[in-house]
């Protein structure tokens, strides 16, 4: 079951509303302000179709399956701290270091450096532990063995 899936022609129509921050053939980004007005009209009881079309979209562009996850997006953005905010471009993972100054780069690679040096005693520790407990180990063994040929 494929996407619906927006014609040129309908990505024009939608990035001339002001409301649209972004359209591509699969995708639909909302702006801040229209998030911000859809929630208190939705929650006086207008259906999403009216809203849209009170604002410039057509919602028969939207389709049924678009128009109902907005409305589940839109009650959870009400319900964040951050309310409206799109926070994607903000928490998307570790940036390139193309974006990084060379001070930012540096204190990124003396961080990387403390993070290995810390691993390595922390291998190197257990290590010691192993050989310590293995040591033991034979230990009680040798230990064991000579008790039993002492009896005889």
Do not use: C
Not at 44 to 52: D, E, Q
Not at 83 to 88: I, S
Not at 124 to 139: G, H, P, S
């Amino acid at each position: 079951m494929g996407r619906n899936k927006f014609s040129e022609e309908q990505q024009i129509q939608l990035r001339s509303n002001p409301f649209i921050e972004k359209v591509s053939e699969t995708t639909i980004s909302y702006t801040k302000e229209f998030k911000e007005r859809f929630h208190p009209e939705y929650q006086t009881g207008k259906g999403p179709s009216a809203i849209l079309s009170d604002m410039g979209i057509d919602p028969t562009l939207l389709g049924e399956k678009r128009r109902s996850s907005l409305v589940q997006r839109i009650k959870e953005y009400a319900s964040r701290i951050d309310g409206y905010q799109d926070l994607r471009g903000k928490n998307s993972g570790r940036p390139s270091t193309k974006e990084l100054t060379d001070v930012d780069r540096i204190k990124r690679l003396e961080h990387q450096i403390r993070y290995l040096k810390q691993e390595n005693e922390f291998l190197k520790k257990t290590e010691f532990l192993d050989r310590q407990a293995e040591w033991q180990e034979n230990q009680k063994q040798r230990q064991k063995k000579n008790s039993d040929t002492s009896k005889k």
